[in-house]
């Protein structure tokens, strides 16, 4: 059974950056999707990066790009989130998702492609 515990999380000035670590167990796939949600109270989960486990390709959302970066330590079975230049925007709680039914990543950033989720872990930007 695939468990994703996340870490990383906090408080933080805008302008500031912060590394999110998500632990990615109990799988023995060579191929897979990988990627980070966010949500705030009252809105929908939205896709921020992701990252195919087989061809190591990466996506953003707009909103991100050039700001955060996804990346795998294959060793650690971790996935970060490098987020830097933070805006109060990107206030939310932040999850890890992963998927290995089929190794077929798309959509990459729709909730509906990932089958196993972490608990999230709270990032908090003030200006």
């Known amino acids: 059974r695939v468990l994703l515990v996340e870490s990383g999380g906090g408080s933080v000035q805008a302008g500031e950056s912060l590394t999110l670590s998500c632990i990615v167990s109990?799988?023995?796939?060579?191929?897979?999707?990988l990627a980070w949600f966010r949500q705030v109270p009252g809105k929908e989960r939205e896709g921020v990066a992701s990252?195919?486990?087989?061809?190591?390709?990466?996506g953003y959302a707009d909103s991100v790009k050039g700001r955060f970066t996804i990346s795998q330590d294959i060793a650690k079975n971790t996935l970060y989130l490098e987020m830097t230049s933070l805006i109060p925007g990107d206030t939310a709680m932040y999850y890890c998702?992963?998927?290995?039914?089929?190794?077929?990543?798309?959509?990459?950033?729709?909730?509906?492609?990932?089958?196993?989720w972490g608990q999230g872990t709270q990032v908090t930007v003030s200006s």
């Open positions: 109990g799988y023995t796939y060579t191929r897979g999707c």
């Open positions: 990252f195919d486990f087989g061809t190591r390709s990466t």
């Open positions: 998702a992963a998927d290995f039914r089929s190794g077929y990543c798309y959509p990459p950033l729709e909730r509906y492609t990932y089958g196993t």
